[in-house]
């Protein structure tokens, strides 16, 4: 079966739970980082491996579920367990998910991580805006045919975090008094963390943060002509700028405790995003 076939098979399996209702929006949650999924509506829950050609994760703190439901009136589709290349999947298994997301109507994608900071000023419990990101997995979800019906064969990048956006991100978090960052995102494949050596090569090029996702589903939403916000939940200094030796558990434990303040600012920039229906229809009630 052809990508894109088992891709409309996994949307018409979720359209049909969902009814007529187009999704706006579609949040990808990081480790320990899914409680946001409470902050929403739910209409239907289902667990990845439900649905047709999903692919399964396998790492611990990575519920694989996807929730759809209401926020402030629009509708929202929540993924909570993305899979990573590391696991040993295909970058085009990495990007299933949100490709089959642009088939229920997503139009913008709102995308968390936990990552490590690579900047001696961004410290541990900060939220960082993505402003760019360099790809250092060595590969790319697009190699391959060009699935025409998704997008071009060489698709501009030159804002892939949206600008509009980003300044959405820093209103919503100054109105909300959360201390926001900005930076550029580097994605190594791992899964081992960096050597001390790489963390200093990467400051060199410009990196801000480092971590093993997010950038593969940013090149294919791009592709699809998804506009992107980024947000980086800062849960370590990155090898050889911290104290500690790095564990996931550590790693999972930082990120659960940013996402009382990752899931305030979520909630306000996606309703600033998809337009807060309920006002909407207070007015037109009026
Ligand atoms: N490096 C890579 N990925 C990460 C890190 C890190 O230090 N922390 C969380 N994800």
Redesign the pocket.
Same mark, same amino acid.
Do not use: D, F, Q
């Given at each position: 079966m052809k990508i894109i076939e088992k891709i409309k098979d996994a949307a018409g399996f979720l359209q049909k739970s969902i009814g007529a209702d187009k999704v706006e929006a579609g949040v990808i949650l990081g480790?320990g980082l899914g409680s946001f999924a409470e902050q929403i509506q739910e209409v239907f829950s289902v667990p990845t491996d439900k649905i047709p050609h999903w692919p399964k994760s396998t790492v611990k703190g990575h519920k694989g579920r996807v929730v759809l439901g209401r926020l402030s009136g629009s509708f929202i589709a929540i993924v909570q367990g993305r899979v990573h290349f590391y696991e040993g999947y295909s970058l085009k298994d990495v990007v299933f998910g949100i490709r089959v997301l642009k088939y229920l109507g997503m139009k913008s994608l709102v995308i968390t +991580?936990?990552? #490590?900071s690579t900047n001696p000023d961004i410290l541990p419990g900060s939220i960082m805006i993505i402003k760019d990101h360099i790809n250092l997995i060595g590969s790319d979800p697009l190699i391959g045919e060009n699935i025409d019906e998704l997008g071009p064969r060489f698709p501009d990048m030159s804002e892939a975090f949206c600008m509009e956006y980003r300044d959405a991100a820093k209103k919503a978090a100054e109105n909300l008094s959360i201390k926001v960052y900005e930076g550029v995102l580097a994605a190594?494949h #791992?899964p081992s963390?960096?050597t001390p050596a790489e963390v200093k090569a990467l400051r060199l090029l410009g990196a801000d943060a %480092?971590?093993?996702s997010t950038v593969p589903e940013v090149i294919a939403a791009n592709h699809m002509g998804v506009k992107v916000l980024g947000l980086s939940c800062i849960? +370590?200094m990155?090898?050889g700028l911290g104290e500690s030796n790095?564990t996931h558990e550590d %790693?999972e434990n930082t990120a659960k405790s940013i996402s009382y303040d990752l899931n305030r600012l979520l909630k306000s920039v996606l309703i600033d995003i998809t337009g807060d229906k309920q006002v909407i229809s207070r007015r037109e009630m009026q």
């Open positions: 480790s +991580n936990a990552a #490590g190594t #791992g963390y960096e %480092v971590c093993m849960t +370590n990155a090898s790095l %790693v």
